[in-house]
Every structure is written in structure tokens, then in C-alpha cells.
């Protein structure tokens, strides 16, 4: 098993920036192979906000248009999501979600953070 433990989330203003995290820990070893970000909104479906691989270029939803940068620290086993000019339309949980290889296989998600941007 692998656990996924998003922070960062909070209130901001319209216009607004935050910083989400997620650290990934697990008692076996494992490589992170995917990393992504997904978002909730009340009455809106599950949507995929971004994701990174070990190896290739990262890639966004149609709605972040630049806003957003997806990175990852493989030494840490941790993912940020920096969200910049952030519009009340961002208001979600944000879920951090993870596929790794090695001796744990499989997709993880975390417990979701709550992002609100309200004036």
C-alpha cells in the first residue's frame, strides 16, 4: 500500500495563488511512475486537472490555460500543483493520484484538499 497525503489548500481571493502538495509513503519500495491531479467541484464531475510522468511533458486540462504548473521531486515522492490567477470556478477538492511500479503496483489517491476562491 501506498499513502498519499495532500496539504496546501485554503481560501484565497479571486486572482490568487496556492501551492498543493502531495507526499507519497509506503512501508515497501516502489517508483512512482504517474502523477496527477484531479478536482471535484459540487455537482460537477471528477476532472483531471494535470498530470506528469517519469518521462514525459506534463499535461493540463483545457481549463488551466497556462495557470497552472504541474512539478515533482522523485527523491521526495512528492507532487505540487502551484496554481496561479485562481478564479472561483477553481473552487474543488483537488485529489492527488498516484501509479507506481516495483514491489507495490498499483493507483493510489489521496484524501483531497479543499481549495475555495471566494472575495
Known amino acids: 500500500q501506498v499513502q498519499l497525503v495532500e496539504s496546501g489548500g485554503g481560501l484565497v481571493h479571486p486572482g490568487g495563488s496556492l501551492t498543493l502538495s502531495c507526499v507519497a509513503s509506503g512501508r515497501n519500495d516502489f517508483t512512482i511512475y504517474r502523477m496527477s491531479w484531479y478536482r471535484q467541484a459540487p455537482g460537477k464531475q471528477h476532472e483531471l486537472v494535470a498530470v506528469i510522468t517519469r518521462t514525459g511533458p506534463a499535461e493540463y486540462g483545457d481549463f488551466v490555460r497556462g495557470r497552472f504548473t504541474i512539478s515533482r521531486d522523485n527523491g521526495q515522492n512528492t507532487l505540487y500543483l502551484q496554481m496561479n490567477n485562481l478564479s472561483p470556478e477553481d473552487t474543488a477538492v483537488y485529489y492527488c493520484?498516484?501509479?507506481?511500479?516495483?514491489?507495490?503496483?498499483?493507483?493510489?489517491w489521496g484524501q483531497g484538499t479543499q481549495v475555495t476562491v471566494s472575495s
Open positions: 493520484n498516484m501509479y507506481v511500479v516495483g514491489s507495490t503496483v498499483g493507483e493510489f
